[in-house]
């Protein structure tokens, strides 16, 4: 897996990680889920960086352009409901891309820190050798990215996959990398150092989801 992690430079990315870090900002939930946005934005164009181009030609009204144009057919996957509004700045970007949605949540059976990833819903086009985009804000234990890896096989076999994440713990990033295919691309835009015993992000940002839609029982 190739790694890029966007905050080991500094860009106008910083400022949006930390507004969405900021126990104050984040209570704004539509600046929440517009920063998250932003930021889905700011990784789709890093991430059009590797993928394929080929020229064509542009029509303007004095004249003919040949310009490169990415020729990828993508499909962007996005685990519900964390990753909406991720899903949403990609999508402003890679606007012809076809989309997947799949459900994966924690179910603690025990009420204790014990959990497994249940996935339940999916509908998704084909995926047969085209370009995936799976996109979870927080890339936590990784276990859920691993759960829907295993549920979109009967999809096809996509030809490679970019993981984009927003917030990720060393942890995750490491269970990942050898559970995917080798040419797989993890954009994410900051690396945390620990998990707490929930399996939270520390320090995070809290409860993505919660934040971006409310709270749920
Ligand atoms: N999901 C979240 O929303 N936050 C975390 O820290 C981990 C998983």
């Known amino acids: 897996m190739i790694v890029h992690h966007l905050q080991e430079n ?71 409901r964390a990753g909406l509004p991720l899903h949403q700045g990609l999508l402003n970007y890679f606007d012809d891309a076809e989309n997947a949605f799949i459900s994966a949540y924690r179910n603690h059976p025990n009420n204790d820190a014990e959990f497994e990833i249940v996935v339940e ?29 295993e549920a979109i096989k009967k999809y096809g076999t996509p030809k490679e996959i970019h993981i984009v994440a927003v917030i990720g713990a060393k942890e995750g990033v490491k269970f990942i990398k050898d559970k995917f295919p080798e040419n797989t691309h993890l954009w994410i835009a900051a690396i945390d150092n620990e998990l707490n015993n929930k399996g939270y992000i520390v320090p995070g940002l809290g409860d993505a989801g919660d934040l971006a839609f409310g709270t749920k029982l």
Request: with cysteine; proline share 3%.
């Open 121 to 149: 819903y999916f509908a998704a086009p084909s995926i047969d050798n085209k370009t995936l985009l799976l996109a979870d804000p927080m890339l936590a234990t990784g276990q859920s990215l691993v759960a829907v890896l």
């Open 10 to 80: 500094n860009s106008i990315l910083n400022k949006f990680i930390s507004e969405i870090r900021d126990v104050k900002i984040q209570k704004d939930s539509l600046r929440f889920r517009r920063n998250i946005e932003r930021i889905g934005e700011i990784l789709g164009y890093e991430l059009s960086k590797e993928l394929s181009y080929s020229g064509v030609y542009v029509e303007t009204p004095l004249g003919k352009k040949k310009v490169q144009l990415s020729y990828n057919d993508l499909v962007l996957c996005s685990i519900l």
